[in-house]
């Protein structure tokens, strides 16, 4: 059996940890057919890849790319850090299931009126997605932000029986359709009021299918410990696999941002020594990031734009908004200065300054001045996106360090041309590249091997995917083939949308999308679902 491709001269760190080692590789129909040293015969297929690094393709385990992917399936931002697959529908956002476009606009990262909703279900969700041929391989999770607004409605209480009969029916419907769990999103408005028990229902449908929970945690001031300890508790109870989501978020939560990284790190650990297989994952931010329209209650963003605005305009309405307590409030701890806009089409002269900043240039309060905004920018009211200087490095680093961590871009796939071209989403075009270059290289904190493992073999576990996240016979040929001394990122805070250096091939099950450090054209991504 001759093999479609043979790849050459590289060191291979296969995933699991192990030293890389000196060896050849052989494609055939999309798979790893054979590994050690492979004659290669005149007019066969081969890839150089001396003096580079042949990992397994990396996995971002917390992807927000649901509907980018669709719009521009090429992901740059992704495949140039050799990124092979993406776990999207996480923190209870997603593209299905949708009953009521509108209602879910508010819900879905990188919404695009010009784009459109024209499915309903997670099957015609994947469909579509899958029409769209993504260079990256994707899965997804069934989103509770989702099933919330499906079931009841932008409402600001617990879900009453019915509603709670109907969110199990379109999760139970999700999962057989092809969804690997379910996913909350606990501090955002569409979900803050679901109680611990209804969450734990909700689990064990998931569990029952085989799925796992992913839950951005509840996250009240002050409560650092209660944040990780409900999500254990939650997972204990529905007995079911669970994903704590950017773990590192308990660190704004206190002024001792290191003791609440600690105390959640021991929380995991005496859970896993319990028996309980719970894992985390971070993103590589030093600072939060969100919607801008996050600050405002579910009830306020009923209705048409008109009437949005009409209570974004109405002192009244405003004094009743500034009383809701947002992610975004919880973000500023009552300093706006923490809180800085990103690029603003209506404004853009207050891009990249701070609220406090803004508000005085206006003459008003902060509050005020996040509505004004909002209500400049009605017609895309979802699109302005706000960074929170939220965290400290030294904090975050005993998260990184810990084996059990995985690394996810909490990010949408982008490109830096094309019909994404003026998106911006922090993190997208760093994340991996970021992670290699500081723990590997800089700090040299992690071996490559130990690094890759990460991004690799630890998250395809957590997935139970036997056939990705190494590189070993009959895996899939998700490869990232690199070199170790220059990957690294170039995009920064205020100039995120420069793609990564130093990644010189990407293989998608077989399928040559960067070539020599430039995008072929070809994609070779495929729509996992669970079976």
């Known amino acids: ?100 476009p509108e209602l879910v606009k508010s819900n879905i990262y990188g919404y695009r009126e010009d784009y459109g909703l024209n499915w309903q279900s997670m099957a015609q969700y994947l469909e579509r997605l899958e029409q769209a041929q993504p260079a990256v391989n994707a899965l997804s999770l069934v989103p ?68 796992f929970y992913a839950t951005h945690t509840r996250n009240r001031q002050g409560e650092a410990r209660e944040t990780i300890a409900e999500a254990i508790r939650t997972a204990t109870v529905a007995d079911t696999p669970l994903q704590i989501s950017h773990i590192s978020v308990v660190a704004r939560l206190v002024d001792d941002g290191g003791w609440a990284v600690s105390q959640a790190l021991d929380q995991v650990e005496t859970a896993r020594q319990s028996g309980l297989d719970v894992g985390f994952d971070m993103h590589t931010r030093l600072f ?148 290699f270059r500081y723990f590997v290289r800089d700090t040299q904190t992690l071996s490559a091997a130990e690094a890759i493992r990460r991004l690799t073999s630890l998250p395809a576990s957590r997935l139970n995917l036997k056939d990705r996240g190494l590189i070993q016979p009959n895996a899939w040929a998700d490869l990232a083939i690199f070199d170790p001394q220059t990957f690294g990122e170039r995009g920064t805070t205020f100039e995120p949308n420069q793609t990564a250096v130093g990644m010189v091939h990407v293989l998608v099950n077989g399928v040559l999308t960067v070539e020599n450090g430039e995008l072929s054209g070809k994609h070779g991504g495929q729509v996992l679902r669970l079976v």
């Not at 719009?71 to 997603?94: F, I, K």
């Not at 701070?354 to 005020?368: G, K, Y």
Request: aromatic share 6%.
């Open 1 to 100: 059996m001759l093999p479609d491709l043979i790849i050459t001269g590289g060191q291979i760190a296969d995933g699991s940890g192990n030293k890389p080692f000196t060896a050849d590789l052989a494609i055939k129909d999309g798979r790893i057919l054979e590994i050690g040293t492979i004659e290669v015969k005149e007019n066969m297929p081969r890839l150089d890849a001396t003096g580079l690094l042949i990992a397994p393709g990396f996995i971002d385990i917390h992807s927000h790319s649901d509907f980018t992917l669709l719009v521009d399936p090429r992901a740059v931002s992704s495949v140039s850090q050799g990124v092979t697959l993406e776990v999207v529908g996480n923190c209870g956002h997603g593209c299905a299931p949708i009953l009521d």
């Open 144 to 211: 509770n932000g989702n099933l919330r607004l499906a079931a009841a409605g932008l409402v600001d209480r617990p879900s009453n029986p019915d509603e709670l009969a109907h969110m199990k029916k379109l999760l139970q419907q999700g999962l057989e359709e092809g969804a690997f769990g379910y996913s909350t999103g606990l501090e955002y408005g569409a979900e803050r009021a679901c109680p611990e028990e209804e969450i734990a229902v909700l689990c064990r449908i998931s569990s029952s299918a085989g799925g």
């Open 288 to 435: 939060g990031t969100t919607n801008l329209s996050a600050a405002l209650p579910p009830w306020a963003l009923e209705g048409e734009r008109a009437e949005i605005a009409a209570r974004l305009k109405s002192p009244s309405t405003r004094s009743d908004l500034k009383a809701y307590p947002s992610i975004i409030t919880a973000l500023a701890r009552g300093d706006w200065s923490r809180i800085v806009l990103c690029d603003s089409k209506a404004h853009p002269e207050f891009s990249r300054q701070s609220i406090a900043e803004i508000a005085q240039t206006l003459r008003v309060e902060p509050f005020d001045a996040i509505y004004n905004l909002l209500l400049d920018e009605i017609d895309d009211l979802h699109g302005l996106m706000i960074i929170a200087l939220s965290y400290r490095e030294q904090d975050l680093r005993r998260a990184f360090e810990h084996p059990a961590c995985m690394i996810g871009s909490d990010a949408t796939a982008l490109a830096p041309d094309g019909p994404l071209a003026d998106s911006t989403f922090h993190g997208a075009y760093t994340w991996a590249a970021w992670f």
